[in-house]
């Protein structure tokens, strides 16, 4: 009764439903009598409403409510915290007072019999405001920049300065020395699927049909927004179409279409526009980061100075761990970081695709990068010459570690060694040919999660937890560890998520799903198979005849599972190495991603054509960071004026050439009982500064920062090396 689950190329079992439109998203809940609410923003980024006259779009045909600071009753928020809220600051409290926080902003909903009415009656309320000056401008305000606030939640050192050795005085000394500013644009996440919440009450009951990665969260959220409690409200959110972090909080409009609904008395339905969902619903933050290197001659790095600077908003401090890598990724006695954070009258970034440390690696692996050049040694040499032993900030030897294999078959696998080091040595015709390479590492998380087993009398099983899949799927890798732990065959196995009714689980996020909520759905499967075994002394009689004689409908099961104290023993990552071919146009400076190879050490791969799907959906979020995404804001009024998917750029097919992923074997005994290490950021990590490298190995010139865009290498603007 065994049956090899885990490993296995299994096709998504939610596939069919997907490719056949039968799975149903937030906004697609099929709840009867709806009404719709559409948001109006604010067009400014700091001041307070003078006026406000809704007085036509009250009377607009189809209007049921119109929602605004000067009629929506006064919300409780009781306090409320979770691990991806910012450990400083507080929640924009929506409707409850005329002070404006950021442009695009929410400060009316409308709510009408239909969506063309609720929209075009937004547009008939009138807004004025009373402007003050407003902060919006990161590379203006460096100087003023503040160190975050203490009282941070227990493991979140990453953020707090930290000193090894002597990296200044080391620096000084250094035989080479690179020393270089970087930056990166802010991004906004933009999953197909906007964000979308359905609201119903049944009395005091509130029920959300909302696009979430934490539905057990958001209950909790809403139950403290409106002061009721947490049994009263339930989310749920079966499916999601990308969300890459932004729907790890709970944003202001799913508040607003709770409101909305209580206050008309029918449930309503509110989707955000694709412009209102880049102003409210987070962003990577634009961020400034200085690294400087010292090293040897032959290339063993005496010095690491990592420092950096982002944006966040004025009533939340939202960080990152920008620096963390730094500290153990490769080894030198001295190194030093700096995190610092700018308040801006901007909304509250918060964690989108590898948060962190897409953006830290980048300035790093562009420093190693530029610090091999400088000493005429091979990229991946460098890296070598730098393996700690341990990770050297804590003093811990490293669960596992693969980068030294990653390297050698990543750069086997691309041709590596048929590289000529000189930069512009390689040509296409008119295509300036290049090569880059960088290392890429992401943490492997964990969080207590919870999940129920059912057996059931006509031999299948029935596996129950809140969580999300919000394409990576989960659905079928729950499936697999559940298939195996119960010896089932998968097509016998049911997952059932995405309701925040289901035993609790951890935010699905931080590429930890499968690490903590794979974890208790194989301690549930175990414990309810030892339960039913209670029942027969023959171990190869199937469950339905065991039940069947034993007279019961269903065996059940619960199980939590959690981290132990690995964490205090072991340093835990995952890492790999990105090399990646480019073709700079040398008339025109566009650049193309021609190859990318992605080696990783990631732990145990529960399915190799999702862990592969997952691992070029990284990459082409990688090349979207490299090269096309960046959220451009009007600094004098903080208006987005990219808030649309045409001036927005992300890469479609035609920007998508070869991607190749490969996980070495890596076998971790103590991240989890599964022993995996989550694969949805590590696969990011390290691809835009591959190509960043690619590009300065293609035309010699060196650009520090993201998006690169073809302005950036027109012929006027290079210097030949
Ligand atoms: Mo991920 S940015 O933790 O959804």
Redesign the pocket.
Same mark, same amino acid.
């Given at each position: 009764m065994t049956t090899a689950s885990i490993g296995r190329p299994l096709p998504r079992v939610d596939g069919r439903l997907k490719v056949t439109g039968a799975a149903t998203y937030a906004a697609e809940a099929d709840v009867p009598g709806l009404a719709y609410a559409v948001q109006v923003v604010s067009t400014i980024a700091h001041g307070r409403i003078a006026a406000l006259d809704a007085s036509e779009a009250e009377a607009a045909p189809g209007v049921l409510a119109v929602l605004t600071h000067l009629n929506a009753p006064t919300l409780p928020y009781l306090e409320h915290w979770s691990l991806i809220d910012p450990a400083v600051g507080e929640r924009l409290h929506v409707l409850q007072d005329d002070r404006v926080r950021f442009n695009g902003q929410p400060v009316v909903v409308v709510v009408a019999e239909t969506v063309e009415q609720a929209e075009h009656a937004a547009t008939l309320v009138r807004v004025s405001y009373a402007e003050e000056p407003a902060d919006l401008d990161l590379p203006a305000r460096l100087d003023q920049a503040i160190t975050p606030e203490a009282g941070l939640p227990a493991g979140s050192s990453h953020l707090a300065d930290y000193q090894r050795g002597d990296p200044d005085g080391a620096l000084a000394a250094a035989d080479a020395r690179v020393d270089h500013e970087y930056w990166i644009a802010r991004e906004n996440h933009n999953p197909m699927e906007p964000h979308a919440t359905v609201a119903r009450w049944d009395g005091e009951r509130l029920t959300l049909w909302d696009k979430n990665?934490w539905v057990t969260n958001a209950r909790d959220e809403i139950a403290a927004v409106f002061g009721m409690p947490a049994d009263n409200v339930q989310v749920i959110s079966p499916f999601i179409g990308g969300?890459?972090?932004t729907t790890?909080r709970t944003w202001p409009h799913v508040t607003l279409a709770a409101l909305a609904a209580r206050q008309v008395g029918r449930p309503v339905k509110l989707v955000l526009s694709r412009r209102q969902m880049f102003a409210g619903t987070g962003c990577r933050a634009e961020t400034w980061q200085r690294v400087a290197l010292g090293a040897t001659r032959d290339g063993r790095l005496t010095s690491i100075v990592h420092e950096a600077t982002a944006e966040t908003s004025t009533y939340e401090q939202h960080t990152e761990s920008t620096l963390s890598a730094t500290r153990f990724l490769h080894a030198s006695p001295n190194v030093r970081t700096g995190y610092r954070l700018v308040p801006l009258h901007v909304h509250t970034p918060n !964690? *989108?695709?590898?948060?962190g440390e897409a953006s830290g690696v980048f300035a790093l692996e562009c420093a190693l990068d530029e610090l091999a050049h400088e000493i005429g040694l091979d990229p991946v040499e460098l890296r070598l010459r730098n393996e700690p032993e341990q990770d050297d900030e804590w003093g811990l030897p490293f669960s596992s570690r693969s980068t030294r294999e990653c390297y050698r078959v990543g750069a086997e696998r691309f041709g590596w060694s048929a590289r000529h080091p000189r930069p512009r040595s390689m040509r296409d015709g008119h295509w300036l040919i290049g090569w880059g390479m960088a290392t890429a590492t992401y943490p492997t998380l964990r969080a207590p999660a919870s999940a129920r087993a059912r057996l059931l009398a006509d031999g299948s099983a029935v596996v129950e937890a809140a969580a999300s899949d *919000?394409g990576p799927g989960t659905y079928t890798s729950l499936t697999q560890v559940a298939s195996e732990a119960l010896g089932l065959p998968p097509e016998r196995v049911r997952v059932v998520i995405g309701d925040s009714r289901l035993p609790t689980t951890p935010? !699905? /996020? /931080?590429?930890m799903t499968m690490a903590s909520v794979g974890s208790a759905v194989q301690a549930a499967c175990l414990e309810a198979r030892a339960r039913l075994l209670e029942f027969t002394a023959e171990p190869n009689e199937s469950y339905q005849r065991i039940l069947a004689r034993a007279g019961v409908d269903a065996i059940e099961a619960e199980a939590t599972s959690g981290p132990g104290d690995q964490g205090a023993r072991f340093s835990m990552h995952a890492f790999g190495a990105v090399f990646a071919e480019v073709a700079v146009d040398a008339n025109l400076g566009q650049t193309r991603v021609r190859r990318l190879v992605g080696a990783y050490g990631a732990g145990r791969i529960v399915n190799p054509t999702l862990a592969r799907s997952q691992a070029i959906g990284g990459m082409v979020g990688g090349i979207g960071m490299a090269l096309m995404e960046h959220t451009v804001i009007d600094r004098q009024n903080g208006h987005v004026l990219s808030a649309n998917l045409a001036e927005y750029l992300v890469p479609v097919n035609a920007d998508i050439q070869q991607l190749d992923a490969i996980f070495v074997e890596e076998t971790d005994p103590h991240v989890n009982p599964l022993g995996v290490k989550g694969l /949805?950021?590590i696969s990011l990590v390290g691809v835009a500064p591959a190509i960043a490298n690619a590009v300065f190995h293609a035309t010699g010139q060196r650009i520090r920062t993201l998006p690169i865009t073809p302005d950036m290498l027109l012929p006027t603007a290079w210097s030949t090396t």
């Open positions: 990665q969300a890459f972090g790890l !964690h *989108m695709r590898a948060p *919000m935010v !699905h /996020g /931080g590429s /949805g950021e």
